[in-house]
């Protein structure tokens, strides 16, 4: 599995997690196709992004304009929160890549508006967090 397909299934997890009140590991389990290993990535994607839910809405939330983090899209709010999580906590993975990854996920859940929407959440929390984009 690689980090492209990763992100996907943890977004997807993160998703149903948010949507149905399922635990992790049912959420992992769902999310895989038939014969698909789970990558130590995706794991600490959905893991990660779990246990640091209310840091991350925190920081979500002070960097909504005109919204609340409970009226955001399923899907967004999944999406955010986990890119989130992979620009404060994955080392090796350099910002830019993680907003960009998080940007073309959203535009193929939601189209360009979801696109636009993600781009501008996380932009405003790169700025916030005084985030390198180019470098952890």
Same mark, same amino acid.
Request: cysteine-free; proline content about 0%.
């Given at each position: 599995m690689n980090r492209r397909l990763a992100r996907l299934r943890a977004a997807q997890a *993160?998703?149903?997690? /948010? *949507?149905?009140? @399922? /635990?992790?590991? @049912?959420?992992?389990e769902s999310v895989l196709e038939d014969n698909e290993k789970q990558s130590e990535f995706f794991t600490q994607l959905v893991k990660g992004t779990t246990e640091l839910k209310v840091k991350i809405d925190e920081t979500i939330s002070a960097n909504l304009e005109g919204w609340t983090i409970s009226r955001m899209g399923h899907v967004d709010r999944a999406i955010i929160r986990m890119a989130m999580y992979e620009m404060l906590e994955v080392e090796d993975i350099p910002v830019n890549v993680t907003f960009n990854e998080a940007i073309e996920l959203a535009k193929a859940f939601g189209g360009d508006e979801a696109g636009r929407f993600v781009n501008g959440v996380l932009s405003k929390s790169i700025e916030t967090l005084n985030l390198d984009r180019k470098n952890k």
């Open positions: *993160l998703y149903q997690m /948010d *949507l149905t009140g @399922s /635990d992790v590991e @049912s959420a992992i």
